[in-house]
Structure formats: C-alpha cells, structure tokens
C-alpha cells in the first residue's frame, strides 16, 4: 500500500473544486473520449505553462516573508519536478495549497481535503503522499514530483500516462492525476506487480465514477511496457 503521510492540515483553505481546464475544456470541443482522456492526462503541460497565480518569490523579492524572531523561516526553497522553488509558505500551509495556488501546479486535485480520497497524491522521494494531509515545511528536503514533473523533456508522457490513454482509463477524469502518481510509486517499488498488489497500491485512490478495472488495467499495461 501507498505510504500515506497523515499530517492533520487546516481544514478551512477554500476549495476551488472542478476549476480546472481539463473539464470544461470537454463540454466547449466536443472532443472525442480519447480526446478528452488524453488531455485530462497531459493536463499538467498546460498547467505548468500557465501564469502563476501566487507567483513564487525570487529571493529577496518583493513579498517574500522573513521568519519572524524566534518563528518559522516562510521562505523556502522547494525541490518540484526537478527545479528549485522559492515559494513564501505559511507555517500551517498544505503542500497542495502550495502547489496549486502558488506554483500553479494545478494537475494536482483537491478532493476531500482530508486525507480520503487521494487525488491529491504526489511523490515525496519516489513515494505517494496526500497533499491534503502533508505540511509544505515536511516537504522542504524532499524530492517532490506533481502529476506535471511525468513527462519526458521531449514530451514524451510516462509509461503509465501512456497505458491509461490506451485503456481509456478515465471517466471524468478528477481522480486520474492521483491514480497515476499512486501508479508510478508503485511501479518504481515494485516495476512487476501481481494485479492484487496493484490493487492494494492503489486502494488509497477513490473514484467516484468507479473506474477501478480501468484503472487497474493501465496499471498492468504500464508495467507490461516498462
Ligand atoms: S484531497 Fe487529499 S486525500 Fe482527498
Ligand atoms: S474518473 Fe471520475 S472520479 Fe475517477
């Protein structure tokens, strides 16, 4: 099973729910389900090169918050798919707060905000951790890889990307950034698991469109083709 990391995180962030371009983007193009699957999955690229919405601060920049005497220092520098951040975060602040809002990282979802239903599940050094429920400050050595950091410099989609496009795995789409990140801990674990394991890897991911056998197909296909 996925090593969840439980950190009690405030529960009072505003949750900007289905605010997304993944989905919207559907009902305007009427694109085909293949179409649509590809771009809820690929969603990160366009994320990433989005304006920032709380734009991370340079050092010494304009807003960047010291620690207050005897506090917690705010201004961290953040490992995120291989770039270092400068990021202002509050001492109580989520790391999916952080990501979304301040990063602009936006492939990663928030669900339930409480550490239930996984979609806002990303790598802590190769390990699937709830944002929701993670501490940016408990982030602050750690390798951090969001839904965004899969793809190849070239473009190229990770192989569990690529295996949940071919067995249509999605159905809405909402819980797919976190089922891939839980996905991809899992196979760098363990590159050949039996379709239990997986199962068990991926039992802290809820869909509500119960989509579990696709999802558990893909699983099986990306580790196939590793
Ligand atoms: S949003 Fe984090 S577990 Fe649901
Ligand atoms: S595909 Fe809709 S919630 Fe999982």
């Known amino acids: ?14 949750e900007p729910r289905f605010d997304d371009g993944a ?17 809820v999955i690929a969603s990160g690229a366009v994320a990433s090169s989005a304006a920032v919405f709380l734009t991370a601060c340079e050092p010494g920049e304009q807003g960047a918050a010291p620690a207050a005497a005897g506090g917690v220092e705010r201004l961290l520098t953040l ?25 602009n990282l936006t492939g990663t979802k928030l669900g339930c905000d409480r550490g239930e239903c996984g979609a806002c599940t990303v790598l802590l050094d190769d390990v ?16 951090i890889t969001t839904v965004e950091g899969l793809e190849s410099e070239s473009g190229e989609l990770h192989p569990v990307q690529q295996a949940m496009i071919d067995e249509l795995g999605p159905q809405c789409g909402f819980c797919t950034p976190g089922q891939i990140m ?4 899992l196979l760098t674990a363990n590159p050949n698991p039996t379709r239990d394991e997986a199962r ?23 580790a196939e083709m590793a």
Do not use: W
Request: proline share 3%; charged share 20%; net charge positive.
């Open 182 to 185: 839980s996905a991809v801990a």
């Open 200 to 222: 068990l890897a991926m039992s802290g991911n809820l869909c509500r469109c119960g989509a579990y056998d696709n999802y558990l197909n893909s699983v099986m296909r990306a």
């Open 23 to 39: 989905l919207t983007q559907v009902a305007s193009t009427k694109a085909s389900r293949r179409q649509f699957i590809k771009g």
């Open 79 to 103: 490992n995120v798919n291989g770039q270092m951040r400068r990021v202002d975060v509050m001492p109580n602040e989520t790391l999916a707060m952080t990501l979304r809002y301040k990063l």
């Open 128 to 143: 699937a951790h709830y944002s929701c429920s993670t501490l940016t400050h408990a982030a602050r050595n750690k390798a």
């Open 1 to 14: 099973m996925s090593d969840k990391n439980l950190v009690t995180g405030p529960e009072s962030f505003p």
